[in-house]
Structure formats: structure tokens, C-alpha cells
């Protein structure tokens, strides 16, 4: 699995942008995949997550009913719509691959791969 964000950039509050991530690997859809982010001083935290069939997602509180989660296990790529963007959202995001159980998918230790991040700054 090698992983590789995009889809970052400057945008007005009230705004949205599309994060994308590839993998180049040939196993993709065997991975639970998630978005954490990290805000300058923070630490990382979780931002959502996907089944490795698309089924299943979780968000954290903050982003509910404005971001959007979604793989395309065909083309290698997860993706996270984020609409309605407000300053706080601001951090570098990256995108990460895990194995392990779906009850663990919120805790950075168990995700084995991860991207390059990609920054989103939202302007006030």
C-alpha cells in the first residue's frame, strides 16, 4: 500500500473541497481506510473512516452532516467531501490504511499505512 493525498487548498468559510487517495498498491479494497487531521500545535486526531466495502462509516462529531467519506475500490481511491468548511477545520489532512477490526478504527496506533497529508486552510 503506498498511499498519496490530494485535493487540499485555500478556501472561503462556508466552502468545499474533495480530498482524494490513491493507492498504488494492488490491495486496496482488503484495508479500512480513514482521514485524520492535525491542526498546527495539535495533536492528530481522527476524522472518519470507511468499511472496505463502503457499507459501514464513522465521523467524528464536528464533521457530521458536512463531510462525506466514499471509496471507489476499482480505481484504488478513498475520497472525503468536505462541504460547509468553517476555520476550524484547518490542519493538514492525511489519509490512512489499516487491517485491523472496524471497533479499533479511531485510534492512530493500529493504521499501518499512511499519506503525505495535504493541507486545507479555511479562511474567515
Known amino acids: 500500500v503506498q498511499l498519496q493525498a490530494s485535493g487540499g487548498g485555500l478556501v472561503q468559510t462556508g466552502g468545499s473541497l474533495k480530498l482524494s487517495c490513491a493507492d498504488s498498491?494492488?490491495?486496496?479494497?482488503?484495508?479500512?481506510m480513514s482521514w485524520f487531521r492535525q491542526a498546527p500545535g495539535k495533536e492528530r486526531e481522527f476524522v472518519a473512516a470507511?468499511?472496505?466495502?463502503?457499507?459501514?462509516?464513522d465521523y467524528t462529531d464536528s464533521v457530521k452532516g458536512r463531510f462525506t467519506i466514499s471509496r471507489d475500490n476499482a480505481k484504488n481511491t478513498a475520497y472525503l467531501q468536505m462541504n460547509n468548511l468553517k476555520p476550524e477545520d484547518t490542519a493538514v489532512y492525511y489519509c490512512?490504511?489499516?487491517?485491523?477490526?472496524?471497533?479499533?478504527?479511531?485510534?492512530?496506533?493500529?493504521?499501518?499505512?499512511w499519506g503525505q497529508g495535504t493541507q486545507v486552510t479555511v479562511s474567515s
Open positions: 490512512a490504511a489499516t487491517l485491523a477490526i472496524w471497533g479499533t478504527r479511531r485510534l492512530r496506533s493500529v493504521y499501518n499505512y
Open positions: 470507511i468499511s472496505v466495502n463502503g457499507g459501514t462509516t
Open positions: 498498491g494492488r490491495t486496496f479494497s482488503s484495508y479500512k
